[in-house]
């Protein structure tokens, strides 16, 4: 198909799907090459966000084009997936699956899904970052960032220098003087035998956007980073643990089977939200938190790291409160990490569970910036997609993008009988991001930008020897053999 030498940016390899227990595939993300010959709109797709050796390939009339309620029911038909994939019913409150650019725009008709001709087509309805595989690293289009992908079960990247140090520390600053202790929304499953206590310690402040200027200009990074409106973000929650303090483990999103009965519940230990809005808020659960962008102020010399216990294809931990086994993640100022807790077919995904090990030494600083999968104004109801078909979807999310194409393909060739240590040099940071090691002989290769800096180092930390400094030109595909100079033996001389 005329996408051959796309797809490999979108879809996820099997191998990095490391439990036995669950499909090896990303439920309800689907690769879709659309494209026109001869008067018919030909498809191929890769389901699931998996390279399939032979994907569903189907030919649609042509005239579907100019259609694009009917085009959305047939792409749908020949991908054949249902409402009911979704396993909580109430199928008239899910929301319409949603079509996407490589660039993360919003698709809303049949002529826009043929010029972008890849297109990703999301159950769940918002976009969501296919992992690739763990150590993948792309550019987000338009801006300095770089995404990492940490774990593909859970789906968790990070995003080194995405806060300033400077920013770190006016937003602990707000939050200081507000702080209360963290409220925690106990499942029913939990709670008669766990005091909060027991679950949670740290201490938090919501601050409202509408406050700070620089809170709003980071609703808007944060959006152009989820591709995600922010109509849809709750108010940031800034968390501070002291000595010893720790949160259990637990997901973010909420499970309906734990929230039937609220009324009934003899402590509700959440005071933010009323009894009598929590069984709806959640439209039974197809109205939920989509995904966690979490924030570390500062860094911490020992313990506090964020532990994603299901990672690596591990078994449901006995104990909440083990920081023993999973994926750890060391609190690092400025670097944000962003997880799903839904899958992309809306289901919640249960391997996002996740903790706050205890602080050993000095503070932590983090914060919760909560994205939900619809708007969090109730009064925005998003239409039921079987009786409308000519849904085009929410607002676009306004994206600091360059072109797709903008990108460039760095390799980076160690010729030394040493490894290397390669190293983002963000602008205006301190901070550089290490992102990888490169063995000797071998090569390793990044999507990156014009201009961007590279750093080379003969030890994994920044403070090691800087061997070179390489700076991206506006070739599309670079490679940058590192070799040591022929030196004049001086001896021979
Ligand atoms: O502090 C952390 O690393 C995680 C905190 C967390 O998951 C939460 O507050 O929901
Ligand atoms: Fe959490």
């Given at each position: 198909?005329?996408?051959d030498?796309?797809?490999?940016a979108?879809v ?6 490391q439990r036995d227990?669950?499909?090896?595939y ?16 030909r ?6 966000g998996v390279l399939?050796e032979d994907?569903v390939?189907s030919?649609?009339?042509?005239a ?8 959305r029911?047939?792409?749908?038909g020949?991908?054949?997936f ?9 199928f008239h ?11 993360g725009h ?14 990703l087509?999301?159950?769940g309805?918002?976009?969501f970052?296919p992992?690739?595989?763990?150590g ?5 289009p338009?801006?300095p960032?770089m995404?990492e992908t ?5 789906v968790?990247f990070?995003?080194r220098?995405?806060?300033?140090e400077e920013e ?9 003087s507000?702080?209360?202790e ?16 027991d679950?949670r310690t740290?201490?938090q402040a ?5 406050d700070?200027s620089l809170l709003q200009?980071l609703?808007k ?7 995600v409106?922010v109509?849809?973000?709750e ?8 000595l ?9 999103n ?6 039937q009965?609220?009324?009934a ?8 939200i009323?009894?009598e809005?929590l ?6 659960g197809?109205?939920n ?9 500062t860094?911490?010399s020992?313990?506090g790291?964020?532990l ?6 591990l ?7 083990s920081?023993e086994?999973g994926?750890k993640v ?6 944000v990490?962003?997880?799903?807790s ?5 289901n919640?995904d ?5 903790a ?7 503070k932590?600083w983090?914060?919760n910036y909560?994205v ?10 998003l239409?039921?997609a ?12 306004a994206?600091s993008t360059v ?8 390799t ?7 490894p ?15 992102l990888?090691?490169?063995s000797?002989?071998?090569a390793v290769?990044?999507?990156?930008f014009?201009g961007h800096?590279?750093?080379?180092r ?6 090691s020897?800087?061997?070179t ?5 506006d ?6 053999v590192l070799?040591s100079d ?8």
């Amino acid at each position: 198909s005329p996408c051959d030498d796309r797809y490999a940016a979108w879809v996820t390899d099997r191998e990095a799907f490391q439990r036995d227990d669950e499909p090896r595939y990303l439920s309800g993300l689907h690769v879709v090459c659309v494209w026109k010959e001869a008067g018919t709109l030909r498809l191929e797709a890769h389901m699931n966000g998996v390279l399939e050796e032979d994907p569903v390939r189907s030919e649609l009339d042509g005239a579907l084009s100019l259609d694009w309620g009917k085009f959305r029911k047939s792409l749908q038909g020949v991908l054949r997936f249902s409402k009911a994939t979704n396993e909580w019913g109430n199928f008239h409150l899910k929301q319409p699956y949603g079509i996407f650019s490589e660039a993360g725009h919003r698709l809303s008709s049949a002529t826009e899904v043929l010029d972008a001709g890849l297109v990703l087509v999301v159950e769940g309805g918002q976009w969501f970052w296919p992992p690739v595989r763990i150590g993948y690293v792309r550019g987000l289009p338009g801006t300095p960032y770089m995404i990492e992908t940490v774990s593909v079960q859970p789906v968790v990247f990070r995003v080194r220098g995405f806060l300033r140090e400077e920013e770190c520390s006016v937003i602990i600053d707000m939050a200081e003087s507000n702080m209360s202790e963290s409220p925690v929304v106990q499942m029913e499953k939990h709670y008669r035998d766990n005091d909060t206590k027991d679950f949670r310690t740290s201490t938090q402040a919501r601050l409202p956007s509408s406050d700070s200027s620089l809170l709003q200009e980071l609703d808007k990074r944060i959006s152009n980073l989820t591709r995600v409106d922010v109509t849809h973000n709750e108010e940031v929650q800034v968390l501070r643990y002291r000595l010893g303090e720790f949160y259990a483990s637990h997901t973010d999103n909420f499970d309906p089977e734990y929230y039937q009965n609220v009324a009934a519940w003899p402590k509700f230990s959440c005071p933010e939200i009323s009894l009598e809005l929590l069984k709806d808020f959640i439209d039974k659960g197809h109205r939920n938190r989509l995904l966690t962008v979490f924030w570390y102020l500062t860094n911490v010399s020992k313990g506090g790291e964020t532990l994603f216990p299901r990672a690596d294809g591990l078994p449901p931990p006995e104990d909440m409160n083990s920081c023993e086994r999973g994926l750890k993640v060391r609190p690092e100022v400025g670097t944000v990490m962003l997880w799903y807790s839904l899958r992309p077919n809306g289901n919640g995904d249960p391997n996002s569970l996740h903790a706050s090990c205890p602080v050993e030494d000095g503070k932590k600083w983090s914060a919760n910036y909560w994205v939900w999968n619809k708007p969090r104004d109730f009064s925005i109801s998003l239409p039921d997609a079987d009786v409308d078909e000519e849904y085009s979807g929410e607002q676009s999310v306004a994206l600091s993008t360059v072109e797709a194409g903008n990108n460039v393909s760095a390799t980076f060739r160690n010729e030394h009988p040493f490894p290397m240590y390669l190293f983002w040099k963000p602008p205006d940071r301190a901070q550089e991001a290490f992102l990888g090691e490169i063995s000797p002989q071998a090569a390793v290769s990044m999507l990156t930008f014009p201009g961007h800096i590279w750093h080379i180092r003969i030890g994994a930390d920044q403070s090691s020897e800087l061997v070179t400094a390489q700076v991206i030109t506006d070739q599309p595909k670079q490679v940058i053999v590192l070799s040591s100079d022929p030196e004049p033996d001086v001896d021979e001389l």
